[in-house]
């Protein structure tokens, strides 16, 4: 097998930057922009909103089982970067240019064509990535390089209001900038995947049998035992994490009184976790990515309550921010451990069956992702209204204690929880380099 190129796993990783750049808008900044500027209620968003959690959880495993049984000239992957390139940039110029009177069925459709666009590209992308890896420390560099990539499309988001201000006339996120960000995907999109498309690899499927039916599928997916150890440790720490993800900036507003530094926060958050990510993928190459990824998690429930310590107001917004960069430089190992550490588990459910299933397996991933996330950010808001906190309100005693609960408490817990599952991960460098020598003869045999 031939290592890619840092060029080629440049290329390779260029589309994350558009996926990443149009999410945060897509959760974010849409549901008001519609409420505002089209006839859509609120009601009818909120509704829309949960509909589409739904359709794109339903499409997840769909996607990565028909992936698994593509085959084209161009390989298993391709095709389907292309569908999910044209589907999702058609779906973002409607969805991102409304007429005034569209409503909450147009809203509706275009989401989710966006999120079916994606769902499309990224569960093929991401097991592409772990295709091209020629070995366990080459899967954590194509990784670095995705998760850089993902980093920088959401910090490209903060700033194009700002790089937009000389075309639009404003910074506000209105129809101008909303027409803007729509004209910019829909030609970072394309052009980032074909040149991933023309110049990198397909990648080596090392399997020796057919694609199976989707019953012996399932039966090899459900007796693969570090796929099930990755889940649960990733599920737990899920929910934590959207927990934390969802109150961060009540938590900064209403308590720590720098909700009008938020914006810095969360670039510097971002470009911090960029930075970041080359020192990790060095350290996964030496100790192992279970184990980095595990010891990340167990600093962060250490780090949490030490925002305690600070007094409330404008005047700790510089504590705020180291403990930002040290939770952010934290954080960074978990944008790479898993896509790394999935590859390695896919190899050996390929030894065990003969079959390639990466796109399941990584459709598992995202469906996981999306899931205990959302179950976390369901929870967080139910939790601060049982222990009587009041959004913006003057909140003591028992409704403070709600949040430090929501933000700092069970994120706490559930991240310790998660790293003890995962530090005795089954496989490790030793462990895959022989699943890889043996794919490797079954192959030549």
Sequence with gaps: MQRSSNGQVFLYSLPAIAIAFINLPAAIVLPTFYVEHTAATLTGIGFVNLLRWWFDAATDPIVGYLGDRTATRWGKRKPWLVVGA??????IFQLFRPPAEAGSFFYAFWLCAVYLGFTLFSISHTAWGSELAVDYNDRSRISTSYSVMTVIGSILFWVLPVLLLPFTGTSEIGPPVINGIAWVFIVLMPVSALLAIAFVPVGIDLAQKAPQSLRKT????????????????????????????????????????????????????????????PMWARLMNRYGKHRCWAFSWAAFSLAQPLVLLLEPGLEAFLFVMVLVVFTAALNSASYIAPMALLGDISDYGTLKSGSNNTGNYFAIQTLLQKATMGVGAGIAFPVL??????????????????????????????????AAILWNFPIDARRHGIIRRRLEQLAIR
Excluded: C, H
């Excluded at 906190?389 to 929501?406: H, I, K, V």
């Design 385 to 418: 209204a049982l222990f009587g906190y009041e959004l913006g309100g003057d909140n003591r005693g028992l409704a403070e204690w709600g949040l430090y609960t929501t933000y700092i408490l069970i994120p706490a817990v559930t991240s310790v929880a998660a």
């Design 218 to 277: 399932v039966s090899d997916l459900k007796f693969n035992l570090p796929l099930w150890r990755f889940v649960m440790a990733q599920a737990v720490w899920g929910i934590g994490q959207g927990m934390y993800l969802s109150v961060i900036y009540v938590f900064m507003r209403d308590y720590l009184q720098v909700g009008s530094r938020f914006p810095i926060i969360m670039i510097t958050f971002f470009i911090v976790q960029t930075l970041s990510m």
């Design 86 to 91: 044209v589907v999702s940039s058609i779906a």
